[in-house]
């Protein structure tokens, strides 16, 4: 199973590796921005449309 | 009981009518008939009627009104207030100006133009505005038509005006006698004083009359040493080209004295609604409003013989003499 | 009826649905003939969620059944909801729908509810 | 088409573009390119007319995220368990950083989103449900996730809450939505915040409330008494504060740790990573430490902003960046030479731009009253120190050309004018009037001092920190001075005073008996009936409006809850209270804002005039054209429109009418008393309440039908109906005491910008500012716009989207708000060219 923590917008925590950033490039009608949201590292990521093999 | 004159209008928050934000008094009748005139309504010397297309439903009331079947049929209000129409409330040439119609009006739609005003009825308003002339080296502006037609009345007013210490600008045409235009120019302030061509023929060709007087009685103010801002009417194809103003820079660089400041003033035709109310042909409602560029350009002539010019008069520019403003004693 | 048990009875209308659990189905219902379509219905002022009063009934008056009761005296008007069933109700009077796109404010049958009465409009 | 003028106007030169008084195109030519990068990519928040723009969607997240924490805490103190739930969403919210920006901190979870404040009133939440083109993709999912939201929420908002144990005739009278707005809960409010307190750093703070803690649990090792007893209430509180402060400094940190992703991972530009990392390292500083520089002080209030909108709705920005950025803006720029100008100007132009993209759902109605716009954020400039002395420094000149530059309709300025400001910082304000941003709108400084020492007793210092409490109301930001909450929920629909007592007090329009009966109009004597009449129906609505937020104020420790407000409150952290708790040393700062005002001068003066004076109709006949709503007696209105005297013509018979009103509401200001035992004077303005109340307010005497728009308020004359000019509206407003007689006036004025062209326009402005200040006026705006350009505008919005209009104590872009009212701007008299 692919888990976010095998993804490349997947940036671990200093202080806590089983947590985690997934940081994602989102280009709206507007303006151009880095998105994160705190994920695990174990989230199961096999629906995730942005997941990219790390 | 004190004496009175018709009074068009009290027209408080002037900025460009002398130094600072003044008052102006419009008093009506005037000796000249310039075409391009923007107070149409102040040059006869008794009441009149403006008719607001815009304002009239069409009723009737005023036809009813009328004893002397002066008053225009009602037609579809559409139809009058039309840009082209022709279409106006009153037959002039048979109105005897008995105001009943003005007074069976219900929508505002036809209103008096000139009131009879006392000196202190029009001081008392005019001094309303006492701390906007304190803080701007403001006050009032006797305007007209031709306030030297009244010189006894005008005489009253300035005297008031001086007692209660509010500053005074006569804003004249200079069509008037000296010995009535001296002891006046004297009482006051200062003067705004209209020249609107050097050349007799042209002058009395759009204005109704020659020059001579004019000329002659700028010269006089001068010599007198009052302070003055002369103030000229740019009409297109009449006055506006920079040859002329290159000679009026010339001549008035020679006269007997020193102007202070010119204000040359653009062709607008804002008055444009005026001459219809008053159910008037204008000549020039065909002639388009000068851009005020061109009168900068026109201002160099002056500035090259040391004038200080301004474009529309303004009583705020840099270069204003200030009035300066007295108290009540 | 004391004067607080009288205005109780308009304010719970008020407040009723609240508190209640109401789904997407009961949010979604809106009836062929109903109080928002009406232009005897004035749509409140202080919230947009489709509430109103009635500008013939007062309270008290019962109109969501077969035989509705109309009162017309009283202090306060009834109070509805746009899509409260008025197919039985004698004094249900249709509106013309005027602002379609909701851009213009003030309109006076203006019907608030947007989403779900947006159907109507054609 | 238009962007083929738009190509057109890009190949002008700033010159052309400025003598064509284009300022949109002359911003976008003289701004820098991040700026311009910035102030494009801003999503529309404000609603246009009725509507959101298009793409704007409500955050769902935001709602789910905190019911989770929420519903797990249930049971336990309210502060408690909100500041649970907020610390659960401030640690997982999905943050962003746009490209160029340098100050973080937004409230959603994507820059086209739009929050809900759903603890307010579940009226509004059922209106989210309803509303058309904001539900997100995919829609039936999101409604059912609303639909849930919602059935757990009805019942458990604050107002749901506060409706319950209102009494009920109060209840319904007052959610009828006819006599006035509120929403008497902080959940939808504004408060003043104290940042010579807040700067102390979040740290310093929560070291203080250990101590506090410390202190009083060693207390309660006594026996339980009644000075014990409320202890124990205080310790959730303090503990609610903690962990708010401490998910506050871990979002700060949320954003360091993704800027230094960034540059470490994703960024190429060397310049940008310096950026980045610059950003990292500010985020890490505060808000848990002391600023030490302007990009930490900008991000510091940046931050506290963001955190108060997370906690609630703030539907005001009181505030006074000049004052509390200067210093840092000096260090930087003047002494340590750390920032150019330009640089700290990308800083400030950003500062506004990230304020101007919050957007908070609004209910209807509030979107109808504040169009355009998401909050009436009128940030406060100029002004005196605590002792007296001109406060003006380079921030404040910052502000205003950076407001030029990125010519944003919210936030919007009000300048502290007093006779010591520098004739520099003059010109500046003038410059942003000239350049049509409609602000910032002048204020009267010392006659407001006064004033606020006046009703409330404030200290002379401390009324000397004030702000704008929302669009008009100043309001101290010292430690007992501070406003935690909306008071002016009290928001009267005046115009209902004088139809009320023409009415016996009965409202035709929601068809309820609202006000006490004072008598068939028709059986009155004399004048002095009526006004007798138009006194009680006045006391009558401003006590159900002050009781009824009275109560809102008192509950709202228990109906809804501050936790971070509490924090950052020094008398709140002190006492173990919530902030909004009025008996923590809170002055009072309560007013009642008074929409639709001037209209009972002019009807009461109307009917003085024709039916008493003069005689010339019976009361009978005016009842009578008032219950047709005039239609049958179009005549009898026009007499009444064009003969009757009206408000703002320095014309003694209405203007002393005008006083006599005032007098009488000064005089029961005084005993309308609010939970600190302080007074409630009346506020007249309008906001664009004009236009929201145009079908709820029926005939009135001064002309005026069902539907038409009401004056367009304050003490502003009805437009049109200031016959002669903009003196004599000055010398009206100037005939009673602005100190005494009221808490402010808001006064429009629309100029023409030909007028106030080049350098005598300045000096124009100048004397004419100075009359306004010898006048004792406290409050004037300006609109310089002229009408050609409106028409332009209406007819061709594509080509207009720029222009922005004074509304009503705010701006907004005139292509946003309601063609109502926007006819009504246009018809609103241009003082003319003189």
Redesign the interface.
């Known amino acids: 199973m692919a888990t976010c923590k095998d993804c490349k917008g997947f940036f671990a925590r200093e202080d806590d590796q089983d947590r985690g950033d997934c940081v994602m490039r989102v280009t709206d009608p507007r303006q151009a921005y880095y998105k994160a949201v705190p994920v695990e590292a174990d989230k199961d990521a096999s629906k995730c449309s942005s997941f990219r093999k790390r | 009981m004190q004496p009175g004159a018709l009074v068009t209008e009290i ?7 002398g130094p ?2 003044r008052t102006n008094v419009f008093l009506k009748g005037c000796p000249l008939s310039c075409r391009w005139c923007h107070n149409p309504e102040t040059i006869a010397p008794y009441p009149e009627i403006y008719w607001k297309r815009r304002s009239c439903v069409q009723c009737g009331a005023c036809l009813d009104a009328c004893p002397r079947d002066a008053v225009n049929a009602p037609i579809h209000p559409v139809e009058a207030q039309k840009e082209e129409s022709t279409y106006h409330k009153i037959f002039r040439e048979r109105c005897d100006l008995c105001m009943k119609c003005v007074d069976a009006c ?3 739609a036809l209103e008096i133009v000139g009131t009879e005003l006392t000196v202190n009825e029009i001081l008392d308003e005019v001094e ?2 006492r ?2 002339y ?3 080296g403001g006050g009032m502006t006797v305007s007209g038509g031709e306030p030297t037609a009244h010189p006894e009345f005008l005489a009253q007013l300035i005297e008031g005006a001086r007692s209660r210490g509010i500053h005074i600008c006569l804003d004249t045409n200079g069509y008037c006698q000296w010995d009535v235009l001296g002891p006046l120019v004297q009482s006051v302030d200062m003067v705004l004083y209209d020249l609107k061509h050097l050349d007799s023929a042209r002058h009395a060709e759009m204005v109704g009359a020659g020059n001579e007087l004019i000329l002659e009685n700028l010269a006089g103010i001068l010599r007198a040493g009052k302070e003055i801002w002369l103030r000229q009417p740019i009409v297109p194809d009449y006055n506006d080209s920079w040859e002329y103003h290159v000679k009026a820079a010339e001549f008035l660089g020679q006269l007997p004295g020193r102007i202070q400041r010119i204000d040359l003033l653009p062709f607008h035709t ?1 008055c444009e609604d005026k001459y219809s109310w008053l159910g008037l042909d204008w000549s020039l409602r065909a002639a388009e409003p000068m851009d005020p560029s061109m009168v900068e350009i026109l201002a160099e002539a002056y500035q090259a013989r040391g004038f200080a010019v301004t474009a529309g008069g ?5 270069n ?1 003499v200030r009035g300066g403003c007295r108290h009540a004693p | 009826m004391s004067r607080r048990d009288k205005w109780k009875s308009a304010r719970d209308a008020m407040m009723a649905p609240l508190g209640k659990t109401k789904g997407v189905k009961t949010r979604e219902s809106v009836p062929e003939v109903c109080c928002g379509k009406c232009e005897m219905w004035f749509e409140n002022a202080y919230s947009s969620e489709g509430r109103g009063t009635c500008r013939v009934l007062k309270m008290g008056s019962e109109i969501h059944s077969d035989k509705p009761t109309y009162v017309l005296e009283g202090d306060a008007g009834l109070i509805s909801y746009f899509n409260m069933d008025a197919s039985h109700c004698s004094y249900f009077s249709k509106m013309e729908l005027i602002d379609t796109d909701g851009t213009e404010c003030s309109d006076p049958l203006f019907r608030r509810a947007l989403r779900q009465m947006k159907k109507f409009n054609e | 088409m238009g962007q083929s003028t738009a190509r057109t106007e890009k190949e002008s030169s700033v010159e052309e573009l400025k003598n064509r008084r284009e300022w949109w195109f002359v911003a976008e030519k003289t701004r820098s390119k991040r700026l311009d990068y910035l102030r494009k990519g801003v999503w529309k928040k404000g609603a246009i007319g009725g509507n959101y723009a298009p793409g704007i969607k409500i955050d769902l997240t935001f709602p789910q995220l905190f019911i989770d924490k929420w519903q797990e805490h249930e049971g336990e103190a309210i502060m408690l368990q909100k500041a649970h739930a907020l610390a659960h969403v401030l640690d997982n919210i999905p943050i962003f950083i746009t490209d160029n920006s340098q100050i973080m901190g937004y409230i959603g979870s994507a820059p086209h989103n739009i929050v809900w404040h759903w603890q307010g009133i579940s009226m509004v939440n059922e209106e989210i449900y309803n509303e058309e083109g904001i539900i997100p993709e995919p829609e039936e999912e999101s409604l059912e996730i609303l639909a849930n939201l919602n059935d757990y929420w009805g019942g458990r908002t604050a107002v749901d809450k506060l409706a319950r144990v209102l009494d009920p005739e109060d209840a319904v009278k007052f959610m009828s939505g006819a006599i006035g707005w509120g929403t008497p809960t902080s959940a939808a409010t504004y408060s003043t915040k104290d940042f010579d307190y807040i700067f102390k750093g979040f740290e310093a703070i929560l070291a203080e409330v250990e101590e506090r803690m410390e202190e009083t649990e060693e207390k309660l090792q006594g026996n339980p008494s009644p000075e014990i007893l409320p202890l124990y209430d205080k310790l959730p509180r303090w503990e609610a504060m903690q962990i708010v402060l401490e998910a506050g400094i871990r979002y700060a940190e949320r954003y360091a740790r993704l800027a230094r992703t960034l540059a470490e991972h994703f960024e190429s530009d060397p310049e940008r990573r310096e950026e980045l990392l610059r950003i990292a390292e500010t985020c890490e500083r505060v808000p848990a430490k002391p600023p030490r520089n302007l990009q930490e002080s900008l991000q510091f209030d940046h931050f506290v902003q963001v955190l108060s909108r997370y906690e609630t709705f703030e539907g005001a920005w009181p505030h006074r960046p000049d004052y509390i950025h200067g210093p840092y803006y000096d260090k930087d720029v003047n002494q340590d030479k750390r920032l150019s100008k330009e640089e700290a100007l990308d800083l400030v132009g950003e500062h506004l731009i990230r304020t101007h993209e919050v957007g908070i759902f609004a209910p209807k109605w509030a979107r109808e009253g504040l169009q355009g716009i998401t909050g009436t954020w009128v940030w406060t400039m100029g002004g005196v120190k605590p002792d007296g002395s001109d406060a003006c420094n380079d921030m404040t000149v910052a502000y205003m050309q950076a407001a030029r530059l990125v010519r944003v309709s919210n936030p919007t300025f009000g300048f502290r004018w007093h006779p010591k400001v520098k004739d520099e910082v003059m010109r500046e304000c003038f410059e942003c009037i000239r350049h049509g941003l409609g602000y910032p709108s002048m204020r009267n400084d010392p006659v407001l001092v006064a004033n606020t020492v006046h009703w409330y007793g404030h200290p002379v210092e401390e009324a000397r920190t004030w702000v704008h409490q929302a669009c008009m109301s100043p309001c101290p930001t010292t430690k007992y001075g501070c406003q935690p909450m909306r008071m002016a929920s009290a928001t009267a629909n005046c115009a209902k005073m004088i139809e009320y007592a023409l009415h016996d007090g009965y409202d035709p329009v929601v068809n309820m008996q609202m006000g006490p009966k004072t008598g068939d109009p028709r059986e009155f004597k004399d004048f002095e009936d009526l006004f007798g009449a138009w006194v009680k129906q006045m006391e009558w609505l401003r006590n159900i409006l002050v009781r009824t937020v009275n109560l809102g104020r008192v509950k709202d420790p228990e109906f809804f809850g501050r936790p971070f407000l509490s924090a950052i409150y020094e008398r709140a952290v002190e006492t173990g209270t919530d902030a909004c708790d009025p008996s923590n040393g809170d002055r009072g700062n309560a007013w009642v804002t008074g929409f639709t005002w001037v209209e009972n001068a002019d009807s009461l003066a109307a009917i003085k005039k024709f039916v008493y004076d003069e005689k010339k109709y019976t009361m009978d006949e005016v009842l009578d054209a008032l219950n047709a709503n005039w239609v049958g007696y179009e ?1 009898m209105r ?2 009444f429109v ?1 003969n009757a005297p009206k408000w703002g013509n ?1 014309d003694d018979y209405v203007d002393d009418l005008m006083v006599r009103c005032l007098r009488e509401v000064s005089r029961h200001s005084k005993e309308n008393r609010c939970p600190s035992n302080n007074t409630w004077p009346l506020l007249p303005e309008n906001v664009s309440g004009n236009i929201h109340y145009a079908n709820l307010v029926g005939a009135l005497p001064n002309g005026r039908r069902l539907g038409d728009a009401l004056y367009d308020g304050g003490i502003s004359p009805g437009p049109g109906l200031d016959k ?5 509206v000055l ?1 009206s407003c100037g005939k009673f005491d602005h100190v005494t007689d009221g808490r402010a006036f808001l006064l429009n004025q629309r100029l023409s910008p030909t ?1 106030l062209s080049g ?3 300045y ?2 402005w100048k ?2 500012m ?2 306004w200040a ?2 004792g006026l406290d409050h004037v705006q300006f609109n310089m716009v002229d009408d050609a350009t409106l028409r332009a505008a209406q007819k061709d919005p594509e080509k207009y989207q720029e222009v922005i209009v004074r509304v009503a104590g705010y701006s907004a872009h005139f292509v946003d708000i309601s063609r109502k009212t926007q006819d009504n701007i246009i018809q609103r008299t241009v ?4």
């Open positions: 027209q408080r928050f002037a900025v460009n009518d600072g934000f219900r929508y505002g309303r505005d701390p906007f304190d803080n701007s804002w303004s009583g705020f520019e840099d204003a | 005549e026009l007499d064009k320095d002669k000019g903009p003196t004599a010398k007028q350098e005598k326009g000096q124009l004397a004419y100075k009359t010898d006048l003082q003319g060219l003189g």
